[in-house]
Structures are given as C-alpha cells and as structure tokens.
C-alpha cells in the first residue's frame, strides 16, 4: 500500500469510528460459483455475533467531506480536520486485499455527503456492485444510505448490500432543527420507508419465485445520538419502538454524544453519557426479546433511566403490586419480566415444571441469576426471605451487592501496583 493511501485510510478510519449502527446481520448470501467471500449466518463489523465470536470488517468513510454543518459531527462542513476521500477503485482494491489476508471479513461502508446525496450515494453504489459482479465478492457489505437518495439508487443498493442504515440521529425533529437546520426529518423517513417496502416486496415475491434476488436481507438499521439534543430516555424509547413497528427495523444503535468540537447548538459536557446510553441499549433489548412496551419502561412518571440500575430491576422495584412471582404457576411473559431470568432460563423453567414442582436449587442449577431473582420469586409460595416485599431494601441491597461484586473484581488489580 503506498503511503498516500495509508494516509486517506488512517483518516477516514478514524473518521468512521462515530458510527455505530453495525453489528451482526442475520445476512444469508451463500458464497456461489468459487467466489470470494460468505456472509451466511452472520454478520460482519467489530461487534460480536450471537455465538460469542469476535468478527471484523472494514469501517471507513468514502470521504469526510460534507456540504452539512451539523453541531453534533465530527466531520461538520465548519470543522478544522484533515480531509480526505477515497476514489471508487481504492474502496474495492483495499476491501479485496483485506479480505485476502484475511484481515477482513466484510465492508462497513459510510460517508460524508460531498456535492449532493445522490452524487454521494451512486459512488457508494458503484463499489459494492464491482465488489459483487466485478470481484465475485460475497461477503457481507453494510452501506450507509444517504438521506434524500433518490430511489432508483436505493433500490440498487439493496441488490447489492446485505444491509442498509439510514441514520436519523437526533430523536427529535425539534432537536434536529437547532443542531443540523440543513437536514429534516422528511429527508430521513423517506427513503427508510422506501426501503422497508422493498424488503417487504421482495420477500414476498421470493415465496412464489425463488429465482427473486436477495434485497437487503439483513434489512435495515438506524442511529440515534444521545445527550446532543434535550430528549429524554421516554421520548427515545417510545421512537425506538414506533420505528422497530412502522419500518420494521432490524435494530436500533445509540451512540453517547461525544464533544467533538466547540459549539452553543450542543451542550458542554466533561464526559460521554456511556451509561445512559447503556440503559438505553437494555431497554431496547427488553422491548424487543422480554415483550415490553417502551411505556412500560420510560413514562410520564419515570421518564428517565435509573443509572444506578437496570431498566428491568426498576421495572420490578416500581411495581410491588406484580411482584414476587411464583416460579411455579407465572406465565411464560411474566416469567420473563423477572430480574436474572432471561429467554433460555425461562424455557428451561417451563419444560420443568411440567414434570415436578420447582425449588431453589433448581433454579440455581438452570444458572438463573438467585443474587437477583430471589427478591422477586417464589417456590410453592415460599421465599428465600422472609420479610414483605419492601422495594426500596431490596434496592439498597442490590446495589450494595452490586459494589461489593465491583471491588471484588478490582482488588486483584489493585494488588499488581
């Protein structure tokens, strides 16, 4: 690699590390006539898939260039950073090397919007068409789709990409006016409808005709950035859920505000909201595998997340009336509103209980959570304690466990120095 490009790809490496809308796809392109590649069964990016593997992809923008000046990024028309953009051919040529030296797995590819969206959008395009018809490449590519595209070049992305992101960014339309004026929430929404039509569409044809072409079969994600706007945890949550039901998304990233540069639209703040933004990730993971509703969650009472403790250890806390639970007779949903017991413990608990009355040494050896479970539980109507159900001990004693467990792990540290 000539030390050009090396320049141009520790740029915009760097550049990319902002976006975090990727993970695994659930893409199934089957690697065909000795091609390069297999994105089967997995997704690509620096994440994990589901089996606990660690995979890698290429993440960088085309160019971090852009004709916006929004407050909240890094690569703002305003910003004093080192520009650079990749050419079509470079893209291809550094994602095939990669890949053959197995340094990769796949493409993450974004950008800055230079001249206009779809000038921006048909260079994106046309590197992952030569990376499929050129190149034989099947590997997993994730395009980031520029808002206000045009939709004859969305629909050529998803024959091309396993998925596409189209990044909303600020949750709110309100938010989105004071610290990006350029963009609007039109421009957002509707190339993500069009293209949770087209997923739609084509799925539906591939049922009667198999020879229908693969349209972004990961489907399709968004970001949303947390703590540059005003926004509470309630009003996150609650467009979270109306974007999973109306878009159908596959998933939702959120990304702590990062001060990147000086500027009045974005609030001065000393570090990231990485816990918030983590509560927020946990919520997300109960509406979508625990049956939550986001007001369940966050509401015109509790708008915000407890940072002390996760959403589902609040959800039990502020509902004495639900709780303790018998492990015995609960159904399936309200077993999984139990703090410490997840999906697979609850199967287990369900395929038990039908051949005997369960106790706490069998949870115990289902590998539920007892240090947490056991405020909330019964087992034919007896507790391990024997006081009431009084939430706010029962808080202190769960964070009380929680910092005795935190310096646990750093005492062993601790004795290095």
Same mark, same amino acid.
């Given at each position: /690699? ?10 915009? #490496? ?25 994105a ?6 620096h994440?994990?898939?589901?089996? +606990? $593997? ?23 028309r305003? *910003? ?5 953009a ?9 994602? /095939?090397?990669?890949?053959? $030296?197995?340094?990769?797995e796949?493409?993450?590819l ?37 808002p ?15 998925r596409?992101?189209?990044?909303? !960014?600020?949750?709110?339309? !309100? ?16 190339p /993500? ?25 990961g ?20 467009? #979270? ?21 000086s ?6 703040? =000393? ?5 918030? @933004?983590?509560?927020i ?9 625990? +049956?939550?509703?986001? *007001? @369940? ?11 002390e403790?996760?959403?589902k ?45 369960? *106790?706490?040494?069998?949870l ?20 391990i ?5 009084y ?8 964070? /009380? =466990? ?5 310096? =646990? ?5 601790l004795?290095?120095?």
């Amino acid at each position: /690699m000539n030390d050009r490009l090396l320049d141009k790809l520790k740029t915009l #490496a760097d550049a990319a590390k902002y976006d975090v809308s990727c993970s695994s796809s659930g893409s199934k392109r089957n690697n065909k006539t000795k091609g390069l590649g297999n994105a089967t069964g997995m997704g690509i990016c620096h994440s994990y898939t589901e089996d +606990g $593997r660690c995979v890698s992809l290429l993440k960088i923008l085309l160019t971090n260039y852009c004709i916006y000046d929004c407050a909240y990024c890094i690569s703002r028309r305003s *910003n004093d950073v080192k520009r650079a953009a990749f050419t079509v051919d470079e893209v291809v040529t550094l994602t /095939m090397n990669f890949y053959r $030296r197995n340094y990769i797995e796949g493409l993450f590819l974004s950008s800055g919007i230079f001249k206009n969206a779809d000038y921006t959008m048909e260079r994106l395009v046309r590197i992952a068409k030569d990376l499929r018809l050129k190149h034989n490449f099947n590997g997993y590519i994730h395009l980031k789709a520029i808002p206000e595209a045009s939709d004859l070049l969305l629909e050529e992305a998803g024959l091309y990409a396993d998925r596409l992101s189209i990044n909303m !960014e600020i949750p709110s339309e !309100e938010g989105l006016k004071k610290v990006a004026p350029e963009k609007n929430y039109a421009g957002i929404l509707k190339p /993500m409808n069009y293209v949770a039509e087209r997923i739609h569409e084509y799925k539906s044809e591939k049922k009667s005709t198999k020879s229908t072409p693969l349209f972004s079969p990961g489907g399709q994600s968004t970001q949303l950035v947390v703590g540059a706007t005003p926004e509470n945890d309630q009003h996150i949550l609650n467009l #979270a859920s109306n974007l999973y039901a109306q878009q159908s998304l596959k998933r939702v990233y959120y990304s702590a505000y990062v001060p990147v540069s000086s500027d009045s639209r974005v609030p001065v703040l =000393q570090h990231p909201p990485t816990v918030r @933004e983590h509560r927020i990730y946990q919520a997300d993971w109960l509406m979508r595998f625990y +049956g939550f509703q986001a *007001n @369940e969650i966050a509401n015109e009472s509790h708008p915000d997340l407890d940072l002390e403790l996760d959403p589902k250890l609040s959800y039990a806390l502020r509902h004495p009336e639900v709780f303790p639970l018998e492990i015995n007779t609960a159904a399936k949903e309200m077993l999984l509103r139990i703090p410490g017991i997840g999906p697979k413990s609850v199967q287990m608990i369900l395929a038990a209980r039908k051949r005997a009355f369960i *106790n706490f040494h069998h949870l115990k050896s289902f590998g539920i959570a007892l240090n947490r479970a056991q405020y909330f539980i019964t087992c034919k109507g007896k507790s391990i304690h024997s006081t009431a159900y009084y939430p706010e001990k029962i808080r202190q004693r769960i964070l /009380m =466990q929680q910092k005795s467990k935190f310096q =646990q792990k750093l005492s062993p540290q601790l004795q290095l120095f």
